[in-house]
């Protein structure tokens, strides 16, 4: 896909809600209760009787530190252990890998997909590489990078080659459509 700047706003990871739980989480890792996610859920089971994340509900406020640990910190551990595990997915999320665009300035933009995954790796200073699939080009870079207007998939494929991602390239992790970062 082709992107021009009035379709999309680019809202760097570190501002999003995703992001600031997770690093939330991990600062509070020692004691959770003293976290604002904590809190946040905390009341919101004070006010509506249940909380939910992605699949996760819960009624009562005992269940909030297992939430935490379940929706957030496992994933933070392992990235943090393990690295990027491209198989290990748990049966409240969806795992998967992220999508990213080629931004007007050669950068890789986070689109959709793998917040919490991406979130971990970035909080936890991941040093292995992180794939993305490629799903766009901004069209300011490809026509700096001489692309034509209607460039044939091949053409926007060495493109992309030539990106400079705000993350370093993982020579080890690249295939046909997708990228690795880390």
């Not at 509070?28 to 249940?50: F, K, M, P, Q, V």
């Not at 997909?113 to 909080?123: C, E, F, Q, V």
Request: proline share 3%; charged share 25%; hydrophobic share 35%.
């Amino acid at each position: 896909m082709i992107v021009t700047s009035d379709r999309f706003v680019v809202t760097p990871l570190e501002e999003g809600q995703t992001y600031q739980r997770m690093l939330d989480v991990w600062t509070h890792r020692e004691d959770l209760s003293a976290s604002e996610t904590y809190r946040n859920i905390w009341n919101t089971l004070t006010r509506t009787g249940r909380y939910q994340h992605k699949r996760y509900e819960i009624t009562d406020p005992a269940e909030i530190p297992q939430l935490i640990a379940t929706c957030y910190l496992d994933l933070l551990e392992s990235m943090s252990r393990d690295g990027y595990c491209a198989d290990r997915t748990s049966a409240l999320a969806t795992g998967g890998l992220g999508r990213a665009i080629v931004w007007q300035d050669g950068s890789l933009v986070h689109e959709n997909g793998a917040t919490h995954r991406l979130a971990a790796a970035k909080i936890v200073g991941l040093r292995h590489g992180f794939p993305f699939r490629i799903v766009g080009v901004h069209e300011d870079w490809l026509r700096a990078n001489g692309v034509g207007e209607r460039p044939s998939k091949e053409a926007v494929r060495r493109a992309v080659g030539l990106s400079r991602s705000v993350l370093c390239v993982d020579p080890d992790r690249v295939d046909e459509d997708s990228m690795g970062v880390q």
